[in-house]
């Protein structure tokens, strides 16, 4: 009797009404988050040129790049002991490591800004190249600190933060939009958004100041070797990921022009909002599920399932509204002028609803501790972008040729991708 009782209440960890409270809570705090951008939209698209937004997505480009590795992907790992002291131990790990590469862009970017802005086809680009260290040690903290709070169940603060980082971001591009600070009012509210974010974030963690501060060296040591596979493969996979999916923006800012750029980058923007709205907060909500049930020798190909047919679902929604409206709504929304921006985005809506799903589930990978099969992944994605642009090099493609190109075989590959995931996460439950 006593053992069922047990089963039933690790069961009950697991209801629907908690997953949807839990996946609610962040939602309705990153649906405010996006809402804030949504609103300014239209402002922002008629004080800056798509130009601007072009010198953006190649500034934010290479920090999501580094940013992805800021942490030594540690932060993955945050969620994953039973004991919260190893939890705490690892996010101060993540943002030591964080300063420590920080540091290190700093030192390359003194010396060769002015190369790597005429690299990627815009020299005016090498002056805001210097914040990029500032912003990548924004990153890092941002996402150690978010870990930590999702390892607490603390989804308010989550929602809360995400609210804070998008009014400041926003609010700093409207200001020095309407002052004509141009390009840079876009790049300098993108550096101060994940400050505001972090203030807010920074509350849970430091309710453990008597953990922090008894933390020693050897402890740190102790859990860095305990998930040396973090920075070792998933770092590398992550790298590789980023890499490949701004590895397009590069491509059309130096074989095309920053213009066009900037209307594919807005396309991608917006077509991600789902992803950012819904994706990252079932994502997070799942984490934390799978993590527990995996630890507690329960289903876990059963809670894959059931969050890919909640995923589905979505998906399947958005992909049919988009197909039939996305090009009016850009039109209608932020001007005449980005209607190659609505172009741009039916094409690759197929290619979104398909990554909304498999960028949801893919984080199966890291709580099973499968890195080594990260990294192969994201190879994948790389090795196909790469084809992608390589052919369109060769045969001398328009734009919109080879973006169509690049939706239809990345399309393909997150396929392949998403039934790999299934695999590994059915080979895991049967091994328990």
Request: glycine letters at 6%; hydrophobic letters at 50%; proline letters at 2%.
């Amino acid at each position: 009797m006593k053992s069922k009782k047990v089963i039933n209440s690790l069961k009950n960890k697991f209801s629907k009404s908690e997953f949807s409270k839990n996946v609610f809570t962040l939602i309705s705090g990153t649906a405010i988050a996006q809402l804030i951008p949504l609103l300014i939209a239209p402002i922002l698209s008629r004080i800056y040129t798509p130009e601007d937004f072009g010198r953006l997505a190649l500034y934010l480009s290479i920090v999501q790049i580094l940013g992805s590795i800021a942490n030594g992907r540690y932060e993955l790992a945050i969620i994953l002991p039973k004991e919260k002291e190893k939890g705490v131990q690892l996010t101060i790990l993540s943002i030591l490591i964080t300063i420590c590469l920080s540091i290190v862009f700093l030192v390359i970017t003194l010396f060769f800004s002015l190369e790597i802005a005429l690299a990627l086809g815009d020299k005016k680009l090498g002056k805001w190249l210097y914040l990029v260290p500032l912003s990548v040690s924004m990153i890092g903290v941002f996402n150690a600190l978010n870990y930590f709070n999702t390892r607490e169940k603390a989804f308010k603060n989550i929602a809360k933060a995400n609210v804070f980082k998008a009014f400041g971001g926003n609010i700093t591009q409207l200001t020095l939009g309407f002052i004509k600070s141009v390009s840079g009012g876009l790049i300098i509210g993108q550096v101060f958004s994940h400050f505001f974010g972090n203030l807010k974030m920074a509350k849970t963690f430091f309710k453990n100041k008597k953990i922090i501060n008894s933390i020693t060296r050897a402890e740190l040591k102790e859990v860095a070797l305990r998930y040396i596979n973090f920075p070792k493969f998933s770092m590398w996979g992550i790298f590789l990921n980023t890499a490949s999916i701004n590895g397009m923006n590069f491509f059309i800012s130096s074989t095309y022009n920053l213009t066009i750029l900037g209307h594919f980058s807005n396309a991608y923007r917006y077509l991600g909002l789902p992803s950012m709205l819904v994706g990252n907060s079932i994502s997070q909500v799942y984490m934390q599920n799978l993590t527990t049930a995996l630890n507690e020798k329960l289903d876990i190909t059963k809670i894959f399932i059931a969050t890919f047919k909640k995923l589905l679902f979505i998906s399947l929604i958005f992909l049919v509204l988009g197909l039939l409206f996305v090009k009016d709504v850009f039109v209608i929304y932020l001007g005449k002028e980005w209607y190659d921006s609505g172009v741009y985005a039916q094409i690759l809506i197929p290619l979104f609803a398909l990554r909304f799903i498999v960028s949801s589930l893919s984080i199966s990978i890291i709580v099973i501790e499968e890195q080594k099969k990260e990294l192969f992944i994201h190879l994948l994605i790389l090795v196909s972008t790469i084809a992608v642009i390589v052919t369109a090099i060769l045969l001398k493609l328009n734009i919109k040729v080879s973006i169509t190109i690049y939706s239809f075989i990345l399309f393909l590959t997150y396929m392949y991708i998403l039934l790999y995931i299934y695999i590994l996460v059915k080979r895991k439950n049967s091994k328990k």
